[in-house]
C-alpha cells in the first residue's frame, strides 16, 4: 500500500474540482479555490508528482457503444498460483468487454467489471473467455440493473473532526 500524503484544504478543494470536471481549467480552479492560477498550476503539478493525481479518464456510456449489458462475474482460480495469475490477469484485461479487474480474497479470486451487448454475448464471453481457461474453476455472474458515481474521493477527516454516527432510520432498533 502506498504512504498517504498530507493535503491541506486548498489542496483538498482542488481535488473535489477536478473530481467534479477533469476539463476545469486552472484559472477556474483556482478562482473556485482562491488562489492565484500560478498557485493552483503549482499545486497540481505537485499532486500530480506525488502521485496523488494519477491521470484523468474519459467516461462512456456502455450503452451507446453497443454494450448495453453489464455484468459482475466472480471468478474462481484454481490452482491458485503465481505463474497462472500473471497470464490469467493479462489476458481478462485484453478483453473488450473488460471494464475492471479486482483480485480479491475469501472464496472468489477475481471479480471482473464487463459490458457486452447482450445475453447472448455474456454467455460466449463467460464460455469462450472463461470457462473454457483451465485455471478456472468457477464463474459466477451477477447483472448490473444500474449503478451510480459517489462523491469525490477524499482522505478520511481526522477522529476529532469526524461527524457523530447518524442513526439509519431504516434499521432495526
Known amino acids: 500500500m502506498g504512504e498517504s500524503v498530507v493535503l491541506d484544504p486548498v489542496d483538498l478543494r482542488i481535488l473535489r ?7 476545469t481549467t486552472y484559472r477556474e480552479i483556482a ?3 482562491g488562489v492565484a492560477p500560478s498557485t493552483c498550476l503549482d499545486r497540481v503539478a505537485r ?3 506525488s502521485g496523488v493525481i494519477l491521470g484523468h479518464q474519459l467516461r462512456l456510456d456502455p450503452a451507446k457503444l453497443g454494450r448495453g449489458l453489464e455484468a459482475l462475474l466472480l471468478v474462481q482460480v484454481r490452482p491458485h498460483r503465481r505463474e497462472l495469475i500473471g497470464p490469467f490477469v493479462e489476458r481478462i484485461r485484453a478483453l473488450p468487454e473488460s471494464r475492471a479487474l479486482f483480485h480479491l480474497t475469501g472464496p472468489d479470486d477475481y471479480l471482473v467489471h464487463v459490458a457486452v451487448a447482450d445475453p447472448a454475448d455474456l ?9 473454457s481457461r483451465r485455471e478456472v474453476a468457477r464463474v459466477e455472474t451477477r447483472l448490473i440493473f444500474q449503478q451510480w458515481e459517489c462523491g469525490p474521493l477524499l482522505p478520511p477527516l481526522p477522529e476529532a473532526s469526524r461527524p457523530a454516527q447518524a442513526q439509519d432510520p431504516l434499521s432495526a432498533d
Not at 17 to 23: E, G, H
Open 123 to 131: 454467455q460466449r464471453l463467460v464460455l469462450d473467455e472463461f470457462t
Open 17 to 23: 474540482v477536478l473530481q467534479n470536471d477533469a476539463r
Open 31 to 33: 478562482a473556485e479555490v
Open 47 to 49: 499532486l500530480r508528482r
